[in-house]
């Protein structure tokens, strides 16, 4: 078997498990994934290459977009873990 197969086989397995133990809690966990497109929202999503200098550059998140999904986000009752995503059309003041 080939190594592609071989990781694709072990992320799939992961995700089932994942998956099987979020629907065992109560209250039950809810999985999401943004959109690419879907505009920034700092309730449900965190930007993956924010730092330090992003508060000296004052990059506005708000105008950004989803490029895609880096990790998932999870909703446990009323609580939010955020999404990681990566962000696109960011632009510096």
Same mark, same amino acid.
């Given at each position: 078997?080939?190594?592609?197969?071989?990781?694709?086989?072990?992320?799939?397995?992961?995700?089932?498990?994942?998956?099987?133990?979020?629907?065992?809690?109560?209250? =039950? !966990?809810?999985? +999401?994934? $943004?959109?690419?497109? &879907?505009?920034?929202?700092? *309730?449900?999503?965190?930007?993956?290459?924010?730092?330090?200098?992003?508060?000296?550059?004052?990059?506005?998140?708000?105008?950004?977009?989803?490029?895609?999904? =880096? !990790?998932?986000? +999870?909703? $446990?009752?009323?609580? &939010?873990i955020q999404s990681? *995503?990566?962000?696109?059309?960011?632009?510096?003041?």
């Amino acid at each position: 078997m080939g190594t592609f197969y071989e990781c694709f086989v072990a992320m799939a397995s992961s995700v089932w498990t994942l998956n099987k133990l979020a629907l065992s809690f109560d209250p =039950v !966990v809810e999985i +999401f994934q $943004v959109e690419s497109g &879907v505009e920034f929202s700092v *309730v449900f999503m965190e930007d993956v290459l924010r730092r330090k200098e992003d508060k000296k550059l004052r990059v506005n998140h708000a105008r950004g977009k989803v490029g895609f999904t =880096v !990790v998932l986000g +999870f909703k $446990v009752g009323c609580t &939010v873990i955020q999404s990681q *995503v990566y962000l696109t059309g960011l632009k510096c003041k």
